[in-house]
């Protein structure tokens, strides 16, 4: 029973989160109905899009680790020090992609979409802040026994993300979907800290 109600919390997690940038799509097709911008946003966040795999990676590997730890300051000691580690790959992967992302669009792309390089720039700021921020802690609280709170939280943070995104859109055009993008991971990456932090920093032993 404990091992479908955690199947079933991650599940429904992992779908909430896949639909965040289908909604970001969407409503970019809708709203601004420019093919041009849309072809720019898909293309530009082809490669800044893959950052959450190198997350994905050190969460596959610490993921049973996590499970089997009962003190709660283990834990989060633990969790700190992979934060910080995963935090300054992704910041360090991320400076290369914006260093190198006029080269990337020439030789990827062609010059005919030499003028995203902004629009990457901004959209390797969100990735990075969703890989190096938010997913860490969103994957260690369904480790540790809190996975109804992931999934509530992974609900929630789509809703919010498609309102937000269709009044910064409506607004402020393609930059707005990304700034929207930024501020919803970075809220709901608070959320995800300051939970897990609660719930093993100030305890001996987590509750199962």
């Known amino acids: 029973k404990r091992f479908m109600n955690l199947a079933i919390a991650l599940l429904i997690a992992n779908i909430f989160s896949m639909i965040m940038p289908i909604n970001e799509n969407f409503l970019i097709n809708n709203?601004?109905?420019?093919?041009?911008?849309?072809?720019?946003?898909?293309?530009?966040?082809?490669?800044?899009?893959?950052?959450?795999?190198?997350?994905?990676a050190i969460i596959t590997y610490y993921f049973p680790i996590f499970a089997r730890m009962k003190n709660g300051k283990e834990i989060w000691q633990q969790?700190?020090?992979?934060?910080?580690?995963?935090?300054?790959?992704?910041?360090?992967?991320?400076?290369?992609?914006?260093?190198?992302?006029?080269?990337?669009?020439?030789?990827?792309?062609?010059?005919?979409?030499?003028?995203?390089?902004?629009?990457?720039?901004?959209?390797?700021?969100?990735?990075?802040?969703?890989a190096g921020f938010r997913m860490l802690p969103m994957n260690i609280l369904p480790a540790i026994g809190y996975a109804k709170f992931n999934m509530t939280l992974s609900i929630i943070t789509c809703g919010a993300h498609f309102v937000i995104?269709?009044?910064?859109?409506?607004?402020?055009?393609?930059?707005?979907?990304?700034?929207?993008?930024?501020?919803?991971?970075?809220?709901?990456?608070?959320a995800y800290w300051v939970y897990l932090k609660s719930k093993s920093g100030g305890k001996d032993v987590l509750h199962y």
Do not use: C, H
């Open 31 to 56: 709203i601004i109905q420019n093919e041009e911008i849309t072809a720019n946003f898909k293309v530009a966040s082809l490669i800044p899009a893959q950052l959450p795999f190198v997350t994905s």
């Open 165 to 190: 995104d269709y009044f910064m859109i409506s607004r402020f055009g393609i930059n707005g979907a990304v700034i929207a993008g930024m501020t919803v991971y970075s809220i709901s990456g608070i």
């Open 79 to 130: 969790s700190k020090s992979i934060g910080k580690v995963t935090f300054f790959i992704i910041v360090l992967i991320s400076a290369v992609g914006i260093v190198i992302s006029p080269l990337i669009i020439n030789v990827a792309y062609g010059s005919q979409y030499a003028n995203i390089g902004s629009l990457m720039n901004m959209l390797w700021i969100l990735n990075a802040i969703n």
